[in-house]
């Protein structure tokens, strides 16, 4: 898997009459072995959340509900906006990747991410990320 962010369609199982699910496999959709998962929810739309990378931490971050904006940026400055907008899709954040997050109305974020958390992990500055 390409250590940029990107996109990751999960399969969807099922039908509109039953519902559906879709799985996240390691080493089949996820390029890391899972250390911890998170949610986060009620978050106010017009907060943005993130403002940081991380040195080591990858992630795969899923809308399961409501839509998710993820504006990227890596050292280099190149920048990519992902829209999470279904609960089949992924989105693949490696390791010294910015990241600025706007939820909608009710969205809830799902977080699997490579490593347990560790604050000395955390890039919160800007001007320290774009010298990375």
Known sequence: MNKIPHLIMF????SAGLGYISVAEVSKN??????????????????????HAHFELEQI?????GIITFATEDSQGNKVDFILDSPEKGLFLPSKIWRDIKF???????????KKYKDSDYIRDYEIFKKL
């Open 11 to 14: 399969d969807r199982i099922g």
């Open 30 to 51: 996820i390029p890391f072995d899972v250390k911890r998962v998170y949610w986060t929810y009620y978050t106010p739309q017009d907060v943005i959340r993130g403002g």
């Open 61 to 65: 971050i899923i809308a399961v509900s």
């Open 104 to 114: 909608s109305h009710n969205a809830v974020l799902l977080c699997l991410a490579s």
